[in-house]
């Protein structure tokens, strides 16, 4: 059978070339439109050749299974239909958190024995935490649980392209999947904010953001969440892995591909789509175990479409359901949402995340510019002068009403990632500054300070690897002071040594290397959990 995505003769479940989805019925390759293309000829690749390497995918694709498998804890679905469990237990039902995590995953936590990695049942189905925070979880269904077209073109003279946000599957899981589930389980539903980012080697728009309460993920959170080889943000140059005849590769095949694989709930592994777009909008990234960066066409209707594995955002706890629509590090109460600016003390702040009627704030202007200790000596947060100032002078300078409302908080201070210095302990404040790690999750994340880039251009300390970190989220970074002159902000975060704190820089660039602690020029944004 001849692989509708590039052209090449394979045989198994994946086309042994481009690691697309290959159906099982498949006698010669007829479908060729603008969006699929094939492989010149002269790249054909010997028949015994071709067999060999057709019999390693399908040997990793099986080992993929079974590694999948074994990560699996305390899974008891069998593929039920959705909403055929009672879901007023509280909490979930779920595996010890002890199960594998999921490789590469960036963040972890745990609510009552549900982990990072572990499988829990829900509305029928077994769901793989992929992240837990705030009482929520983001989930992705263990299993691939049908085929579908990602959108179907109804009539010849269609446009041939197509976003998430317009796209049939998005319909679908939004709609007639989501309705399947009982009305208490759609009540641990979490409503979203998705980010729809451009194809990031081919440019495709991705359009616009949408709110859904059931999404697939992107090829950004694929690779956050099942491990990052750097292949995504720095495409590589590589003729085996190319069908478009420019020697760059078109799909990711890295050491993370096995935890990749999926399976539909007979055992058969197939292929998954992703939301993003792939290398034009009549195509959408999918995996394979391999990330098929390219896509495939969205209405690939010789292999019956591909696999569907929802994921969305869970209340873990019956008592914490919300009823307004957020996304689930955000929301509104009041006047107060996500992205939006309060006056509060005077003072304007952005709202970056909602939660049980409190909000999280940031002042909007920088309010001063202020040395992070006075002293030029190794120092971390819980010691410095910027601490102290916050949370005695600053905080004081409200009235005692506001003081009330000011939520004081227990505050992570972790070692800086790229160089490991120390970040002390963890302390209890009223008023903060933000971490590097805050920044990256409130402003956009690019990767790079989970996975420190190469770039002599931006290495101060001569190693090769960039210090600072430059990415299409450094505008949103930028701020001035209320009198419109740009400044230098501080993070709370340790530099390169106990004597630097990381700042962002006038133009939103994170120097993840830092400033001395004593430099008086740079400025303060405080933040605060606010009670609403």
């Not at 880039?453 to 002071?481: C, F, L, Q």
Request: charged share 20%; proline share 4%; net charge negative.
């Amino acid at each position: 059978m001849y692989c509708t995505n590039c052209g090449n003769r394979t045989e198994g479940a994946f086309c042994s070339s481009c690691g697309a989805g290959i159906g099982q019925t498949q006698t010669q390759h007829t479908h060729q439109t603008p969006y699929t293309r094939q492989t010149p000829a002269a790249r054909s690749k010997k028949p015994l050749l071709i067999g060999i390497i057709a019999l390693l995918v399908v040997a990793v694709g099986i080992g993929g299974y079974f590694l999948i498998q074994g990560m699996s804890v305390g899974s008891g679905g069998t593929g039920s239909a959705v909403g055929g469990r009672p879901a007023d237990a509280s909490p979930l039902s779920g595996s010890s958190s002890s199960g594998s995590a999921v490789s590469g995953s960036p963040s972890g936590g745990s609510a009552e024995g549900i982990g990072v990695g572990s499988v829990i049942e829900f509305g029928g189905y077994d769901w793989r935490v992929l992240e837990v925070r705030d009482g929520r979880a983001l989930v992705l269904s263990e299993h691939i649980l049908e085929r579908r077209l990602y959108h179907n073109w109804k009539y010849d003279h269609d446009p041939r392209e197509v976003t998430w946000e317009d796209s049939e599957i998005r319909g679908y899981l939004n709609s007639e999947f989501y309705n399947s589930f009982s009305s208490s389980d759609r009540a641990r539903i979490q409503e979203t904010r998705i980010s729809n980012d451009d194809n990031p080697w081919y440019g495709t728009l991705g359009g616009n953001d949408t709110t859904d309460k059931i999404f697939l993920l992107s090829l950004e959170e694929v690779v956050n969440y099942f491990g990052d080889s750097g292949e995504l943000r720095n495409r590589p140059m590589d003729s085996d892995r190319n069908i478009d005849g420019y020697g760059y590769a078109d799909w990711i095949d890295d050491q993370y591909g096995s935890a990749r694989v999926a399976t539909e709930l007979n055992g058969n592994p197939w292929a998954w789509w992703l939301r993003s777009p792939g290398e034009n909008s009549g195509n959408a990234a999918l995996v394979s175990g391999n990330i098929v960066v390219h896509g495939d066409c969205v209405d690939n209707k010789y292999i019956d479409g591909l696999g569907v594995r929802p994921a969305l955002w869970l209340n873990l706890y019956a008592d914490n359901v919300s009823s307004d629509n957020s996304r689930p590090n955000g929301g509104s109460a009041g006047s107060a949402s996500v992205g939006s600016v309060i006056e509060f003390g005077g003072y304007d702040w952005r709202v970056l995340e909602v939660r049980d009627g409190r909000a999280l704030v940031l002042s909007e202007h920088i309010l001063e510019r202020r040395a992070y200790h006075g002293i030029f000596e190794d120092i971390t947060w819980e010691g410095s002068d910027i601490r102290s100032y916050l949370n005695g002078e600053f905080y004081n300078s409200f009235s005692s009403s506001e003081r009330a409302r000011i939520q004081e908080t227990l505050i992570s201070n972790g070692d800086n990632p790229w160089y490991g210095t120390t970040g002390g302990k963890d302390t209890t404040d009223s008023i903060f500054l933000l971490s590097i790690e805050e920044v990256v999750r409130y402003f956009g994340d690019s990767g790079d300070l989970r996975n420190r880039p190469m770039d002599s251009a931006n290495d101060w300390t001569g190693d090769g690897y960039a210090d600072w970190i430059v990415d299409r989220y450094s505008s949103e970074r930028a701020v001035a002071e209320s009198s419109g002159d740009p400044s230098d902000w501080w993070l709370r975060s340790p530099g390169v040594d106990p004597t630097i704190a990381i700042i962002v820089n006038c133009d939103g660039e994170l120097y993840v290397g830092g400033l001395f602690v004593n430099f008086e020029f740079i400025g303060a944004r405080p933040a605060l959990w606010l009670n609403l």
